[in-house]
């Protein structure tokens, strides 16, 4: 599995930045599977923010980004990106893309990435 994520930098609080992740080397299994982005903050774990399912497009949301991010995905091109507004320092850290499944339920896919399979991240960096 391949997984290359783009499209970080800096950006003032309020800003917007939109990231992208290019994902190969998997089969999609279109009803338990899909793909989502991820977020370690400096110091704390890695956590899931937002995944979306190859299937239906069902989107999950973590409470963190929700109504601020919005992620979308091109199934043709195994692409996703997520599109951040209203950014706030909080935001700040390495973004991760992942290839999400083993549930239909997309909250549940959103806890790991299938084979623990990550890219190389990007960074973001919201200031003040």
């Known amino acids: 599995v391949q997984l290359v994520e783009s499209g970080g930098g800096l950006v003032q609080s309020g800003g917007s930045l939109r990231l992208s992740c290019a994902a190969s080397g998997f089969t999609y299994d279109e009803n338990r599977m899909g793909l989502g982005w991820f977020r370690q903050a400096p110091g704390k774990e890695r956590e899931g923010i937002a995944c979306?399912?190859?299937?239906?497009?069902?989107?999950y949301y973590s409470e963190s980004v929700k109504d601020r991010f919005t992620i979308t995905r091109d199934n043709a091109k195994n692409m996703i990106w997520l599109q951040m507004d209203s950014l706030k320092t909080e935001d700040s850290g390495v973004y991760y893309c992942?290839?999400?499944?083993?549930?239909?339920?997309?909250?549940?896919?959103?806890?790991?990435?299938?084979?623990?399979?990550w890219g190389q991240g990007t960074q973001v960096n919201v200031s003040s």
């Open positions: 992942a290839v999400i499944g083993g549930t239909e339920n997309v909250e549940a896919m959103c806890k790991w990435a299938l084979g623990d399979h």
């Open positions: 979306i399912t190859k299937g239906d497009g069902t989107t």
